[in-house]
């Protein structure tokens, strides 16, 4: 292989026949390579596409596509924000918000969606993934992180709610027992059932009938006058009471949103596959965008902040990211349905 002093080609579109040798680097927006590559492509948002093998060199597409259908090996792809699939890679470093790759040997991944056919002694930090099937190489296994954002305590922001909850339900709850008392008596229901005809037009009463309601009036109005009362100030209450139950919904849904992608799935492990959490306060939708320098201190990260989910020989992982329990009024709160 020849290698040439960093010579630079920028091409908008092109398809190159030729060898890439290393030390050479091509530029441009669609590229597709019918021969191996040895150096750097360079794409602007492009498709970078490896038609044959690409060894010991790069290809840096931010926010782009990048495909390698043959043997990767000892090279660099990074997308950033952009996807990646390769066919067979070794020892490779790879990034993006998706990457998708069939067989991957000693590599290091770093994606926000991660598919992998069979992974093989791998380094791996993602925050979505799906591997197929793990086992070691020689006698190193596969290293899964998932990256998980690390969540804000919301102690501070609930404790105040569940409060407010918890004294207006009992308020709601009193009101709520007196209507329900006032309602259970037959006669008062028969009265409001013929007030309500009566107010609107719907009845004509006859001379004894009008008598008879004038008697019923006498005798449930002033009860009537309480039971509307009690509707009354329990409207106010019960608006109250769901709208803090809405803020406490609220900020649930907002903490199980930031987790719902947090997951890791391995159908079949053969061999030690370890698999940890990391909390990491980077909260990007997409976590391939974490600036460069901080991807490897979050591969080989190992201090407090990483927790070891399980460590497997054989079998299957399936392991999903939950929401923090805050402990407050969780009583009170599944009363009223949250």
Same mark, same amino acid.
């Given at each position: 292989?020849?290698?040439v ?6 091409f ?5 026949h030729h ?5 050479r ?6 590229m597709?390579?019918?021969a ?6 360079v794409?602007?948002?492009g498709r970078?596409?490896?038609e ?8 840096v ?11 990767t ?14 066919a067979?890679?070794e020892?490779?470093l790879?990034i ?9 040997i000693?590599?290091q991944i770093?994606?926000?969606?991660l598919h992998?056919?069979t ?5 791996i930090a ?7 099937h793990?086992?070691p190489h020689?006698?190193?296994p ?23 909850i ?11 027992? @007196?209507i329900? $008392?006032?309602?259970a008596?037959a006669a008062?229901? /028969?009265?409001? +059932?013929i #007030?309500?005809?009566v107010? %609107? ?7 004894d ?6 008697q019923?009036e006498?005798?449930w109005e002033?009860?009537a ?6 509707v009354?100030?329990? @409207?106010?209450? $019960?608006?109250?009471l769901?709208?803090?139950?809405a /803020?406490?919904? +609220?900020? #649930?849904?907002?903490?199980? %949103? ?9 159908a079949r492990?053969d ?5 940890r959490?990391l909390l990491e306060?980077h909260?990007d939708p997409?976590l391939?965008l ?8 979050i591969?080989?990260r190992?201090d ?6 399980c460590?497997?020989? %054989?079998g299957a992982?399936?392991?999903?990211a939950?929401p ?8 009170i709160?599944?009363?009223i349905?949250?």
């Amino acid at each position: 292989m020849n290698t040439v002093p960093n010579p630079l080609s920028v091409f908008p579109d092109m398809t190159e026949h030729h060898e890439v040798a290393e030390g050479r680097t091509v530029q441009g927006h669609d590229m597709t390579f019918e021969a191996p590559v040895y150096g750097e492509v360079v794409s602007d948002g492009g498709r970078i596409q490896f038609e044959n093998n690409l060894g010991w060199g790069k290809a840096v597409n931010p926010g782009g596509h990048i495909t390698a259908r043959q043997r990767t090996f000892n090279a660099t792809l990074q997308a950033p924000g952009g996807v990646v699939e390769i066919a067979s890679a070794e020892s490779c470093l790879i990034i993006g918000r998706e990457v998708r790759v069939r067989e991957a040997i000693k590599c290091q991944i770093f994606a926000h969606t991660l598919h992998v056919g069979t992974a093989t002694g791998c380094m791996i930090a993602a925050r979505n993934i799906n591997v197929r099937h793990t086992k070691p190489h020689k006698l190193e296994p596969n290293m899964i992180t998932i990256v998980v954002p690390e969540l804000a305590d919301l102690s501070e922001l609930l404790e105040p709610l569940h409060t407010e909850i918890a004294f207006t339900k009992g308020r709601v709850d009193g009101l709520s027992a @007196r209507i329900d $008392a006032f309602k259970a008596d037959a006669a008062l229901a /028969q009265y409001l +059932a013929i #007030r309500v005809k009566v107010r %609107a037009g719907m009845a004509k009463l006859t001379s004894d009938q009008a008598q008879g309601y004038l008697q019923m009036e006498e005798r449930w109005e002033e009860t009537a006058k309480a039971l509307e009362l009690a509707v009354a100030e329990r @409207r106010p209450l $019960a608006k109250a009471l769901a709208a803090a139950a809405a /803020q406490v919904q +609220a900020l #649930r849904d907002g903490q199980a %949103a930031r987790l719902a992608d947090c997951r890791c799935k391995i159908a079949r492990v053969d061999g030690e596959t370890i698999v940890r959490q990391l909390l990491e306060g980077h909260d990007d939708p997409d976590l391939s965008l974490i600036p460069l320098p901080m991807i490897p201190k979050i591969l080989f990260r190992n201090d407090a902040s990483v927790k070891v989910i399980c460590a497997v020989q %054989a079998g299957a992982v399936d392991w999903s990211a939950d929401p923090p329990q805050t402990g407050f009024g969780a009583s009170i709160l599944n009363e009223i349905g949250l």
